[in-house]
């Protein structure tokens, strides 16, 4: 253990005047970020994959808590019965969406949209940068 960490002589945990400055400061950092994430309003997240915002596109002081918001409400996974699923042709037959999909290894990231038959990543939607010239996507066409 010795060999990762250092031992810090007593002497330099005494408090110090120094210390108890930058005490105050982060803690007026903190009561910043807090205030402005407080001033953001999470019932107006839309959790169908389809109606989102981009992340980025909110104020950098929200990223977080919305990213926290997604994670704590889980990715949209609607239980629909087998034939609400619609049809679709792949590669000269017809299959559709299964929620079984939700219940198996996929069940932590996977979303999809009734709305347009489309199927999510919900952490790539949280971490992707959404930068345009860059190949990837948080989407996946059954």
Known sequence: MKKYFTQVPKSSLAPHSHSQSN???????????????????LSSLKFDPEERTLI???????????????????PCQPRLAVHEYPQTNISGSMGHFSHEWF??????WLEYSVSKDVVYCLYCYLFK????????????QL
């Open 56 to 74: 980025l596109s909110y104020h950098p002081n929200h990223h977080y808590v919305i990213r926290r918001a997604y994670l704590l409400n889980g």
């Open 103 to 108: 219940d198996d290894i996929y069940h932590d």
């Open 23 to 41: 005490q105050k400061e982060n803690t007026n950092h903190s009561e910043v970020s807090l205030d402005s994430s407080q001033e953001f309003d």
């Open 129 to 140: 940068d959404h930068n345009t010239n860059q190949g990837g996507g948080e989407t996946f």
